[in-house]
């Protein structure tokens, strides 16, 4: 794979920094919501899923990508890029026009879902020839995570399109449900998953748990069986089934998920990346608890409908996007490479107030979701969260400076073996002394200090936003950012039976 491309590296940066914008300008955006959660989910995390499940399935096959396979990547991100921003195009002017124009809309949608579809099937070919071609691995098996991710996608696209060319109340949150279960536990699910297998240990920099494989490997049928009878259930209308498989899934994924806690009792969060992803698993724990809670407080699918939309900046949010930020901030500087020395300059950078980072951006999204009622809290919460989540760009900013710059210092072939012969250059050799201060500072570089001044300094901003807030709240704010107010719990209905 190449070490720099300006479409694999930055596409989903542009989509994250869209979706700030609308965030911002929502007042005035139509279909704010959806395409809030669109240019995270399909926008940015698809296209993430996208490149890293082709520089994983390579690197888990040990097979490398020809100039040809290059070409036909960059071709295929050029293909989804466009089928998305169709979809994003589309699907709010389906919401904005009516008569004539909502036809030449729907076409739109539907041009747009279809060359998306394209691209992950050509993408699903792709992965399906390297997996036969490749010689047998222990972990070959995780490419099938991602075969099967791709066609859950697939099927989330023809339910999302069909959703938006207008369908009945009771239909719409039927399809809805199977939407949320074939790209949520589907498509993010399983290429999650199969990326974390061999990349948890990895990002810890530690030895993955014994049983990872085999777990992995005998819970992937029991994935992709159960989210097929959610998506069955839910296209039905058949609650009981599509509950027992959302069942089957969450015990199969708590199985899973002892393979991840091995490595971590080992050695603890002490990188950003990580931790980050760590916060983001935590928040789709939330998430699928949630989903289980709306379950048993609806009574028809149009409440599921309604209620199950209030989890939207739980997995959006507190999942998606961090789970995306900790994954990228690790994998950049792997990939961009040049040696232990420009490694470390960008870790150091990419580390850099992790602590205050992850901190904010969790008490920001708990702030925010909690108080979602009260505008001025609510505020609060996205201005502290927003703080944590930029603070990724500025870190990914000095991060490529320090690459750079690294690169630059990094003595080439040529000098280096100057160096080595030069008397003069023997005799400035670093001194014990130096060298036992660079150790520490190697030691240093990954690590986060989670109860120094940096918790601290998170906490004082905290409290002062949150004051702020608070003061405000009492004086009645305008309601310029809500997102979406969830439904109060008098409005949620009785707890107890479901009506089809
Ligand atoms: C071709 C691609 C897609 C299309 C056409 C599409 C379409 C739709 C439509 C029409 C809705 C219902 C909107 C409403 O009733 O207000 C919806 C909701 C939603 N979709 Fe998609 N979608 C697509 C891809 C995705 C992907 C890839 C994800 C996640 C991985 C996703 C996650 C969601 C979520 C979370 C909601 C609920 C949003 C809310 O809070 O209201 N969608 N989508």
Redo the contacts with the bound molecule.
């Keep these: 794979m190449k070490r720099r491309s300006s479409l694999r590296d930055y596409t989903a940066f542009v989509w994250l920094i869209a979706g700030g914008a609308v965030l911002i300008m929502r007042p005035v955006v139509p279909s704010a ?2 395409l809030m ?2 240019l995270v ?2 926008g940015a ?2 296209h993430s899923a996208f490149v890293w499940s082709e520089y994983f399935t390579h690197a888990i096959l040990r097979t490398r990508a020809t100039p040809m396979q290059v070409r036909r990547a960059r071709q295929r991100i050029i293909v989804l890029i466009i089928g998305t921003l169709l ?1 994003l195009v589309g ?1 709010p002017l389906t919401s904005a026009y009516g008569g004539g124009h909502l036809r030449s809309a729907w076409t739109i ?1 539907a041009a ?2 279809g060359i ?1 579809i394209a691209a992950i099937g050509w993408h699903t070919v792709f992965i399906w020839r390297e997996f036969t071609r490749a010689l047998p691995g222990r972990f070959n098996f995780v490419t099938r995570y991602y075969g099967a991710a791709s066609l859950f ?1 697939i099927l ?2 023809i339910f ?2 069909s ?2 060319f207008g369908v009945g109340e009771a239909t ?1 949150a039927r399809l ?1 449900a199977a ?2 279960a074939a ?2 536990l589907g ?2 699910g399983l290429t999650v998953i199969g990326t974390l297998i061999t990349f948890w240990s990895t990002m810890l920099r530690t030895q993955m748990a014994p049983h990872t494989a085999r777990f992995s490997a005998r819970l992937f049928p029991v994935f992709v069986a159960s989210d097929l009878t959610v998506i069955t259930g839910a296209l039905l209308g058949m609650l009981p089934l599509a509950v027992g498989g959302f069942a089957v899934y969450l015990l199969a994924l708590v199985v899973w998920a002892s393979t991840m806690w091995t490595p971590l009792r080992k050695v603890s969060l002490r990188e950003f990346a990580p931790a980050s992803v760590a916060a983001g698993l935590t928040w789709a724990v939330v998430g699928l608890g949630g989903v289980l809670l709306v379950i048993y407080r609806s009574s028809t699918w149009s409440d599921f409908d309604a209620n199950v ?1 209030n989890l ?1 900046p739980i ?2 949010a507190g999942f998606a996007l961090q789970l995306l930020i900790g994954a990228l901030s690790y994998l950049m500087p792997m990939v961009m490479g040049g040696g232990p020395a420009v490694s470390r300059a960008m870790n150091t950078q990419m580390n850099r107030y992790g602590v205050a980072r992850v901190i904010l951006t969790n008490a920001g999204l708990i702030l925010a979701i909690t108080f979602s009622h009260r505008p001025a809290l609510h505020i609060a919460g996205i201005v502290l969260a927003g703080i944590g989540f930029l603070a990724f760009f500025s870190a990914t900013k000095r991060a490529l400076s320090a690459f750079i710059k690294a690169k630059k210092e990094a003595p080439t072939s040529a000098t280096k073996t100057a160096t080595d012969t030069s008397p003069s250059e023997k005799s400035q050799a670093p001194t014990a002394g130096e060298q036992a201060s660079q150790r520490a500072i190697d030691r240093r570089w990954g690590q986060l200090q989670w109860a120094g001044s940096e918790m601290i300094g998170a906490i004082a901003i905290i409290a002062v936003v949150l004051s702020v807030g608070a003061v405000v709240d009492r004086g009645e704010m305008p309601k310029l950012l809500v997102v979406r107010a969830p439904l109060p719990p008098s409005r949620l209905l009785p707890l107890g039976t479901l009506r089809a």
Excluded: C
């Design positions: 919501t959806w959660v669109h989910m399909l995390l698809t979809v699907i949608v747009g879902a998306i996608l989330g696209n999302g399109a959703i938006s719409q809805l939407h949320l790209n949520f498509w993010i939309r939207s997995l959006v």
